[in-house]
T-cell receptor
Framework: DGGITQSPKYLFRKEGQNVTLSCEQN?????MYWYRQDPGQGLRLIYY???????QKGDIAEGYSVSREKKESFPLTVTSAQKNPTAFYLC???????????FGQGTRLTVV | GEDVEQSLFLSVREGDSSVINCTYT??????LYWYKQEPGAGLQLLTY?????DMKQDQRLTVLLNKKDKHLSLRIADTQTGDSAIYFC?????????????FGAGTILRVKS
């Protein structure tokens, strides 16, 4: 079945550690996105990528990094520089152009 | 700007119609979307409308677009308890590096039986 998969579903991180969230899609989509969701604030764009080996900062990129070495994969690293990383992280993908985005099931990151 | 605004909460009785409203500021948006999110899950696309359309109907869902006022609404007919969720309005904006999806904060729909 085609789809977009995020892992893990739950992730706990100690303060000062970097963690990487996985996002994989087998929909042959060119574009991939990372969003952060906080209660009452909706979705905020962290990074997006329209093509392999290229990506752009979104509205809240500070403290995050990404890579896009393969079309299918767009991992997000939450670095120790991110001051408030506890949130629900959503990955999405779409074909190029103004078409619908498909979302993964999300990763809930908690700093302990 | 790139603001998308929605009211935060709507409560309706089962069987009534629900209307969720959204306003946006960027007139360059070409597609506008409605997504549904159930607790602890990702977002599911409900419907979308192209910016040169005024209305789109899809079974119980009706989308109305007033491009002059930059206002989008989603009407759910015969609302059921299974419709309880968070509904997000989103617009797709063309940018130099590709398309950017901008979301509102979401409207929590509560359906009372």
């Amino acid at each position: 079945d085609g789809g977009i998969t995020q892992s893990p579903k739950y992730l706990f991180r100690k303060e000062g550690q970097n963690v990487t969230l996985s996002c994989e899609q087998n929909l042959n989509h060119d574009a991939m996105y990372w969003y952060r969701q906080d209660p009452g604030q909706g979705l905020r764009l962290i990074y997006y990528s329209q093509i392999v080996n290229d990506f752009q900062k979104g509205d809240i990129a500070e403290g995050y990094s990404v890579s896009r070495e393969k079309k299918e994969s767009f991992p997000l690293t939450v670095t120790s520089a991110q001051k408030n990383p506890t949130a629900f992280y959503l990955c999405a993908s779409s074909h190029s152009g103004n078409t619908e985005a498909f979302f993964g099931q999300g990763t809930r990151l908690t700093v302990v | 700007g790139e603001d998308v605004e929605q009211s935060l909460f709507l409560s309706v009785r089962e069987g009534d119609s629900s209307v969720i409203n959204c306003t946006y500021t960027d007139s360059s948006s070409t597609y506008l979307y409605w997504y549904k999110q159930e607790p602890g899950a990702g977002l599911q696309l409900l419907t979308y409308i192209f910016s040169n359309m005024d209305m789109k109907q899809d079974q119980r869902l009706t989308v109305l677009l007033n491009k002059k006022d930059k206002h989008l609404s989603l009407r759910i007919a015969d609302t059921q308890t299974g419709d309880s969720a968070i509904y997000f309005c989103a617009e797709s904006l063309r940018r130099e590096y590709g398309n950017k999806l901008v979301f509102g904060a979401g409207t929590i729909l509560r359906v009372k039986s």
